[in-house]
């Protein structure tokens, strides 16, 4: 089993930052990439970010880009969201994802990942 431990979440202006941190422990040598993906009351699931352990591709929703990166510290077991320029509609429980084995179809679908972190809320006032 893979355990994410999600931290970094809290309350923050518009235009304000956050990082997120989140730590995978367990049966992590099968890793094949992290995702971020948000969920706001009464909404899907959507993706927001995604990284491959090796090779370092990143992947980012439209909504998110050029004002979220996502990176990662292998020796760590850790994948990052550093996040700025922050708006109201960001305002969601955000959660990381382990995807173990092998290629992913799509990085953005919820199912092509196999754990998942508890969620840390992130609230971006007006």
């Known amino acids: 089993q893979v355990q994410l431990v999600e931290s970094g979440g809290g309350l923050v202006q518009a235009g304000g930052s956050l990082r997120l941190s989140c730590a995978a422990s367990g049966r992590t040598f099968s890793s094949y990439a992290m995702g971020w993906f948000r969920q706001a009351p009464g909404k899907e699931r959507e993706f927001v970010a995604a990284i491959a352990w090796r090779g370092g591709r990143e992947y980012y929703a439209d909504s998110v880009k050029g004002r979220f990166t996502i990176s990662r510290d292998n020796a760590k077991n850790t994948v990052y969201l550093q996040m700025i320029s922050l708006k109201p509609e960001d305002t969601a429980v955000y959660y990381c994802?382990?995807?173990?084995?092998?290629?992913?179809?799509?990085?953005?679908?919820?199912?092509?990942?196999?754990?998942w972190g508890q969620g840390t809320q992130v609230t971006v006032s007006s």
């Open positions: 994802a382990d995807r173990v084995g092998s290629y992913i179809v799509k990085f953005s679908l919820p199912g092509s990942y196999d754990y």
